[in-house]
Nanobody, 124 residues
Framework: QVQLVESGGGLVQAGGSLRLSCAVSGGTLSWYIMGWFRQAPGKEREFVASISRSGDSANYAESMKGRFTISRDNAKNTVYLQMNSLKPEDTALYYC?????????????????WGQGTQVTVSS
């Protein structure tokens, strides 16, 4: 299993932007579908976005479309989540996850490895 470490979270005002990074080690990143999930206090974990192994296609949760962009740099073993036009309801712990294989997935249980998460707090 690969190891995942997220970074880039923080406190930002509504309307602002953040870029999260997920550093991957212990494996070849190009073998994995990568996803971002989030969990707010008292709520279930929810899918944010996923990206294909080559980076040529991505899927987003409806509420993130047009505001969030997932990308990857396989040479740098890093996956990114660019978040723009942030809203207070985006406040959550954001997790990076990996899924071995080529089939995209939005269900957390389909992913094999998870990072520890990075906190994003959006103030109103």
């Amino acid at each position: 299993q690969v190891q995942l470490v997220e970074s880039g979270g923080g406190l930002v005002q509504a309307g602002g932007s953040l870029r999260l990074s997920c550093a991957v080690s212990g494996g070849t990143l190009s073998w994995y579908i990568m996803g971002w999930f989030r969990q707010a206090p008292g709520k279930e974990r929810e899918f944010v976005a996923s990206i294909s192994r080559s980076g040529d296609s991505a899927n987003y949760a409806e509420s993130m479309k047009g505001r969030f962009t997932i990308s990857r740099d396989n040479a740098k073993n890093t996956v990114y989540l660019q978040m723009n036009s942030l809203k207070p309801e985006d406040t959550a712990l954001y997790y990076c996850a990996s899924r071995f294989g080529s089939t995209p997935a939005a269900l957390g249980k389909m992913y094999d490895s998870w990072g520890q998460g990075t906190q994003v707090t959006v103030s109103s």
